[in-house]
């Protein structure tokens, strides 16, 4: 595609249900990541994949958040019991080499 | 962890004024130095990379130097326009593949 897609762009949700964010990579593109954008914070890393395999999630706060990529392309980011706290923008980025992501629109969580 | 700091928080300036934009990181060994800019409700668009072996690079208007040892870098956007109105991300690159970024800086270019 022409951009890195992402779907819902908003998403409310009350607190204890569980949310399914997805992210739709730029065609080709190997890595794929997601970062949490609090309001008024910059983003903070949330994983990283390389094709189907996750090489890095050390920054998932909990444990009930959840991120696969099970072809190597599609990436669902998926969060347990939702609180307020998690309530944030979630975005993804693509890319192809190092230091070159391309993020998506991302997708606005509120939990009320 | 890299801690990045950007100041101010906010800026605002009448058109055709100079922008110069703030950034500061704790640890110096970085790969790369990255500024990014980001319109409300949509992502984040790179604007320019800075390599570690570099001090600055160009883009038209815009302008970004890297001082490593003292763990700082500075964004320059000469004769701002209203278009410029956005907020403005710096992110180091810890390692060759993660982004630590700071929370940034909103620029309002007034007509």
């Known amino acids: 595609g022409a951009g890195v897609s992402q779907s819902p762009r908003y998403k409310v949700a009350k607190r204890g249900q569980d949310v399914a964010l997805r992210c739709d990579p730029i065609?080709?593109?190997?890595?794929l990541f997601w970062y949490q954008q609090a309001l008024g914070q910059g983003p903070e890393f949330l994983t990283y994949?390389?094709?189907?395999?996750?090489?890095?999630k050390s920054g998932l706060p909990s444990d009930r958040f959840f991120a696969e990529r099970p072809e190597g392309s599609v990436s669902t980011l998926k969060i347990q019991r939702t609180q307020q706290e998690d309530s944030a923008v979630y975005l993804c980025?693509?890319?192809?080499?190092?230091?070159?992501?391309?993020f998506g629109q991302g997708t606005r969580l509120t939990v009320v | 962890k890299q801690e990045v700091t950007q100041i101010p928080a906010a800026l605002s300036v009448p058109e055709g004024e100079n922008l110069v934009l703030n950034c500061s990181f704790t640890?110096?060994?970085?790969?790369?130095l990255q500024w990014f800019r980001q319109d409300p409700g949509k992502g984040l668009t790179s604007l320019l990379l800075i390599q570690s072996s570099q001090r600055e690079q160009t883009s038209g208007r815009l302008n970004a130097s890297l001082d490593k040892s003292s763990g700082r870098s500075t964004l320059y956007i000469a004769a701002s326009q209203p278009g410029d109105s956005a907020t403005y991300l710096c992110a180091s690159h810890p390692d060759d593949y993660k982004l630590s970024f700071g929370a940034g800086t909103t620029v309002t270019v007034r007509a």
């Open positions: 980025a693509s890319s192809t080499r190092p230091n070159e992501a391309f």
């Open positions: 065609s080709g593109h190997v890595s």
């Open positions: 994949f390389q094709n189907e395999a996750q090489l890095d």
């Open positions: 640890d110096s060994a970085i790969y790369n």
